[in-house]
């Protein structure tokens, strides 16, 4: 009897859902935040008068942020067979660039605390200032932000030399990070999110239209095979 692909989608699926919802949560964040962009003393203000909102939006960006380990990672894996050194070092760097994202997070709950605490303003900016300017903030904010552009840059070099995706979508990819540090605070997030989901979306498409699927061997007693 001739060998019968199997397939096998499941994992593929799922990261191409970890693609799109991911960058989608960071979007809907951005839109929602009441946050300026301007002055420490701008940002407090703003959450002050807007409390609820700005805890809603940084929760919507938590999932985004959960799911966008995998869906990088997972890109990463689509990467390595080319390029395994530069997808474990865009690993590493992806890793890095979770950490400090990490430390974002717990800096937007403090944010949060002091901006409703009844605190003076100039004390309060002061506070979060000397946190976020401490050493641990400063290694934080250093480890999100260059793991973020180096693991963005290696990554993109693995899956072009992959031939997974398309080179637009690649494109696009570059230039999330450049789009989020040049254009204006308050809509350059948005924009560059906006960015990252158009990328994201069409690398999704790109794998669940490829069609490579593994042979099962006739006579095996648990055929398995999958699609990249």
Partial sequence: MPDEPVTYRPRTVLLCACLIAAPLAETVEQVLSPLTGGSTADDLAAIGAAP??????VLIGLVGTALLLPALLGLARRGSDRSPTLALL????????SLGFAGVRMAQGFEHAIAVSGMPPAD???LFDAGAGSAVGITLTASF???????VALLAIALWRSRRVAVGAIVLLLLFPLVDLA???RPGPIISHLVLLASFTWM???????????RARSGSRHPVSARA
């Avoid at 609820?52 to 939006?57: C, E, L, P």
């Avoid at 865009?90 to 660039?97: D, E, F, Q, T």
């Fill in 124 to 126: 309060a900016s002061a």
């Fill in 145 to 151: 932000l260059g793991g973020t552009v180096v693991g």
């Fill in 90 to 97: 865009a690993a590493i760097a992806i890793g890095a660039s």
């Fill in 183 to 185: 254009l204006p605070a």
């Fill in 52 to 57: 609820g909102r700005f805890m809603a939006s």
């Fill in 204 to 214: 999704a498409v790109a794998l669940l239209r490829r069609t490579p699927a593994r």
